[in-house]
């Protein structure tokens, strides 16, 4: 539940307590695998600072709590107020679900269209914004790699081992690792524990992806290991490429990111001569220097040599509900930052509020995300939520952006109401779980679709007399509904504009006890039939009812979609179903490697920072309490043995590390795993938590306390996490109050990498 794999698991509930987790053998993806994530949802679950009461803030800045029909009847007044003053525009909504949990975002559109708000972020637009950008030009959707089947698997900024990320991911690991017809490649300044299991760890030098990727790339032009027949049938644009690439200097190249020219040769040879090669890109260059053009470069090595389209590859894939709007780039009102797939870059947002500029943003919802605490620069984002005419926060918990609010809505748990993931990313078969709930939501919260149909009632922008004929129409069953449904669509327009609330309202009642949640589903198995006929038929499903009807039975999950390989080029959106290789602006970019800077570190920040580590006990901030975690309890940072020896470092000692934007404390943990002049914290800490005797302590470092929005990428401003520029110094014991914990200082000490 808590990566975009979203294993099945079986649970054996004691009350409404968790007592008993294990992996879901039955679950068509994940097949009894599941991770120590998944072990610990109970701290989720029971969180001792669950919210269970609609709050308002009150003028002394304090909270009161209050009956939902007055919260619901203030805010909606509330934000019709701005759209009828300002435009609707100037409300911006934040969210979409928690992690691994969208159906409740499903609804939000209803509302915001209502209003009429334009304007929208989440996570997505702190990582996979860039990546999206080169996907639409190169073939129209996203892609995954086959990596339980494939002969070469690479990671770039990628590992695996900790953040999982596609089906079994261990087991798979582990069985490239063992199998000597198989490599693996890892790009990666750090020995992660993929690095270790690889074939080719090519050590970059933090911030010097780019360069590696080029050089890779130029060597399979320059030794002839591209696959002619595979870019003359189903690719364009091959040819500027290919004279980018023979103008690389490989050796050069080699140098500047710190990898063997002779084991960059070879990983390259490998890749070319690979009957098989599935390619995986994350954080570690989506969050860093260069990150836009790294997605094209690493992409470059799979289309190059034909791995598109058979078994082990690279794939397109059916997609259940998309993550990512199909608008192409757009502009932000103030700032005139690129819009990328619908989401305004995370980075730019503060800015698009802190101004007098008339189109800035004056209201602001946030649904099961955190961005004080997760968005670059804390003090900004903190600042400019605090601004705001009117934020509400719809949330299971206290966060700190909720703390800003002048509402808090108390979501039920993931656990307590139908829920699901849109992360539907595997090819040839694909799958859809609908989780059923396992509580009923607990006394004073409530299910994110019923706050949000709440809301839409308020406006009162639909007459319950439109709803009725469907009401009667869904008595009579799926077929009778989606006549009707279609006759009221065309009739009434207004119905259009929100249909999520319209499936709530009508479909929902009939799915039984505290499943209306789930009806939503039905218009998205209307369009999934639609879109892959054959596919949902080959899965066993007749039609768009039937696979509605499937997801609800399928308490397992079921795959929705089976897909023939050949079927993969079906799925490129240009109309001559070929991948179109030239991004002219890239190309230029790959050009200007050759003078760029390898290297944003100065005298008086000598070190590269990555903020936000993945590692075996963190999970973004969906786990609040710090009990879950019975190793790296405080979030140590990780530093190099000749780092720490010249700074006067001891393992388990106290360094303060300082960045342009603030500065915090941290336990050391002296590591072989880091290269000297790279130091790196976890994410998922500095969050404030209440224990058992009321008192609120922050375990940890909140990385975005040292994080800044202006550190981000040209194209789609992702914010440059795991390149920031960074001091570190020791702490005597002597100046260190006594007890104090792990804990940042200065402008961000709030924050944190969410």
């Not at 979203?6 to 992996?23: E, L, S």
């Not at 990546?131 to 070469?152: C, I, K, N, S």
């Not at 990727?213 to 130029?218: C, E, K, R, T």
């Not at 027949?229 to 050796?251: K, Q, S, W």
Request: glycine share 10%.
């Amino acid at each position: 539940m808590l990566c975009e794999c979203n294993c099945g698991i079986v649970v054996r509930t004691d009350g409404r307590r968790i007592a008993k987790i294990r992996g879901d053998k039955q679950h068509p993806a994940s097949r009894g695998y599941t991770c120590n994530k998944a072990l610990r949802l109970d701290h989720y679950q029971n969180d001792r600072n669950r919210l269970t009461s609609p709050l308002r803030r009150r003028a002394d800045g304090g909270y009161e709590e209050i009956d939902w029909d007055t919260a619901i009847d203030e805010i909606a007044a509330g934000f019709a107020r701005i759209r009828d003053d300002h435009g609707g525009d100037k409300v911006f909504y934040y969210g979409g679900g928690g992690q691994g949990n969208h159906l409740g975002g499903a609804y939000s559109g209803a509302f915001l269209r209502a209003i009429g708000s334009r304007y929208r972020s989440n996570a997505l637009a702190q990582e996979k914004t860039g990546e999206h950008w080169v996907d639409r030009q190169l073939y129209g959707g996203h892609t995954r790699g086959e990596f339980e089947h494939a002969e070469v698997a690479v990671f770039v900024g990628k590992n695996p081992w900790m953040s999982q990320s596609f089906p079994r991911a261990r087991v798979v690991l582990q069985e490239i690792a063992k199998d000597p017809g198989r490599s693996m490649v890892v790009i990666d300044p750090v020995v992660t524990d993929t690095a270790k299991l690889a074939d080719y760890h090519l050590r970059v030098r933090p911030g010097t992806d780019a360069w590696c990727l080029a050089a890779l790339a130029a060597v399979l032009v320059t030794e002839n290991l591209c696959d002619e027949a595979f870019l003359a049938a189903h690719v364009t644009g091959v040819e500027p490429v290919r004279a980018a690439l023979r103008d690389v200097p490989i050796a050069e190249y080699a140098a500047r990111c710190g990898v063997d020219e002779a084991l960059l040769r070879a990983a390259a040879r490998r890749i070319g001569t690979a009957a098989s090669v599935s390619v995986f890109e994350d954080l570690g260059v989506q969050q860093a220097p260069n990150s836009t053009l790294c997605s094209y470069l690493d992409k470059l090595l799979w289309i190059l040599t034909g791995n598109f389209a058979k078994p082990g590859a690279q794939h397109l894939h059916s997609s259940f509900a998309p993550l990512f709007a199909a608008s192409g780039v757009g502009r932000t009102p103030v700032t005139g930052s690129p819009i990328i797939a619908g989401l305004v870059p995370s980075n730019v947002v503060p800015q698009e509020i802190l101004t007098d500029h008339p189109d800035r943003l004056r209201g602001m919802i946030v649904e099961s995300s955190n961005p004080a605490h997760s968005v670059a620069d804390s003090a900004a984002v903190r600042a400019a939520l605090e601004s705001l005419e009117l934020l509400v926060v719809i949330d299971v918990a206290m966060t700190e952006t909720a703390r800003l609010a002048h509402y808090v809505l108390p979501a039920a748990s993931q656990f307590e109401k139908p829920e699901a993931t849109f992360f539907n990313l595997e090819f040839p078969h694909n799958t859809f779980q609908l989780r059923h709930p396992i509580f009923a939501p607990l006394p004073g919260t409530l299910p994110e679709p019923e706050i949000w149909a709440r809301l839409v009632r308020a406006l009162g922008v639909v007459d319950d007399d439109a709803l009725r004929p469907l009401r009667r129409a869904a008595e009579e069953g799926l077929d009778a509904y989606a006549e009707a449904f279609l006759a009221a669509v065309a009739g009434d327009p207004a119905l259009g504009r929100v249909l999520p609330y319209v499936l709530y309202e009508t479909l929902g009642p009939t799915l039984g006890e505290g499943m209306a949640g789930a009806a939503a589903l039905w218009g998205l198995a209307q369009k999934t039939a639609m879109a892959y006929p054959d596919a949902v038929r080959r899965a066993g499903h007749a039609d768009g009812n039937a696979l509605f009807e499937a997801i609800l039975a399928g308490r397992s999950g079921i795959t929705f979609s089976e897909h023939d390989y050949a079927e993969d080029f079906d799925l490129i959106t240009h109309d001559d179903r070929r991948i179109a290789l030239e991004i002219p602006e890239l190309l230029t970019d790959l050009a200007a490697l050759r003078t760029a800077p390898v290297t944003l570190t100065s005298a008086e920040y000598p070190l590269v920072l990555s903020a936000g580590e993945r590692r075996a006990f963190t999970a973004n901030d969906i786990l609040r309490d710090p009990s879950w975690r019975t190793r790296d309890v405080d979030g140590a940072l990780r530093i190099s043995a000749a780092d720490a020896e010249r700074i006067g470092l001891v393992d388990g000692g106290r360094a303060r590390i300082s960045t342009a934007a603030g500065s915090a404390e941290a336990t050391v943990e002296v590591s072989d795993a880091m290269q000297p002049g790279h130091v790196s914290l976890p994410n998922g800490y500095g969050l404030d938590h209440l224990d058992a005797d009321g008192r609120s302590h922050t375990p940890g470092v909140a990385p975005n306390a040292l994080t800044s929005t202006d550190w981000r990428d040209a194209y789609a401003g992702t914010p440059w996490h795991k390149h920031v520029p960074a001091r570190v110094e020791a702490v005597r014991a002597s100046a260190q109050a006594p007890g104090a914990g792990a804990g940042s200082t200065g402008a961000g000490a709030a924050g944190g990498a969410g």
